[in-house]
């Protein structure tokens, strides 16, 4: 295990342990997510429904499924990527039914959690699914008006916007838009990659030339 790793794990089970907020108070499990490899991909929910908080993980039930299979399209699995959400503890109704986070509580849990999450992880490419998840890094910013767009947060991060899995299961119509952008996000991922590797090679290159100048010159 390696230092981020060792970190992310501490993290984790510090998030596992809070009670910050009242959602505590109503949760069966806390969600902290899951995580990939460091620099890659990490997708951004709202907040755990019945079935996240009932399992502890995110997108479960029908609409991780749909996620399953739109990384399953592009050659992802949820090993290949990082899955979180906002808000780690399910937000509910008086009468126990999913509901949408307010804005205070978006903000309290992010600012706590997801932040130091991000920061360990250093993703090269954030998709925020939906527009809670949207309005969490812009307050200000719809999905309408974005969607399929790459944005850049103040703190750096580059952001896919695209709309969560359940819309899509209620709005099938949406479908092969949904796809385009996945295909997208790959290329983006893709594109990113190859110019660290090219990189890579011209730093071996420059390492090799400046190495045989010096033989040349001893
Ligand atoms: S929602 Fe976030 S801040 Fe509130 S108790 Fe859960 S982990 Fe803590």
């Known amino acids: 295990m390696n230092d981020v ?5 501490e993290l984790t089970e510090e998030i596992k342990r809070c009670t910050a907020c009242h959602l505590s108070r109503g949760r069966t499990n806390v969600v902290p997510g899951i995580y990939g490899p460091k620099n890659g991909i990490c997708f951004i929910g709202e907040a755990p429904g019945f079935f996240e908080d009932k399992q502890g993980l995110p997108f479960v039930g029908r609409s991780g499924k749909l996620l399953d299979n739109m990384l399953k399209e592009i050659g992802l699995t949820r090993r290949s990527v990082s899955i979180l959400n906002v808000v780690k503890c399910r937000p509910t109704t008086s009468d126990g039914k ?5 804005e205070h509580e ?5 600012e706590r959690w997801l932040f130091k999450q991000l920061e360990l992880i250093k993703p090269k490419l954030i998709v925020t699914l939906g527009g809670i998840a949207l309005k969490f890094f812009f307050p200000k910013l719809s ?5 399929g767009k790459v944005l850049k947060t103040k703190e750096g991060y580059k952001i896919f916007v695209t709309y969560h899995p359940a819309f899509i299961l209620r709005n099938y119509n949406l479908l092969e838009t949904y796809e385009k952008h996945f295909k997208e996000i790959n290329e983006i991922i ?3 990659t190859n110019r660290i590797a090219t990189k890579g090679i011209e730093e071996k290159k420059s390492e090799k030339t400046q190495k045989s100048l010096m033989d040349f010159l001893i």
């Open 98 to 102: 999913n509901r949408t986070p307010t």
């Open 5 to 9: 790793e060792d970190k992310l794990l």
């Open 143 to 147: 999905v309408t008006k974005t969607v």
């Open 106 to 110: 978006l903000k309290f849990c992010g």
């Open 190 to 192: 893709r594109a990113k």
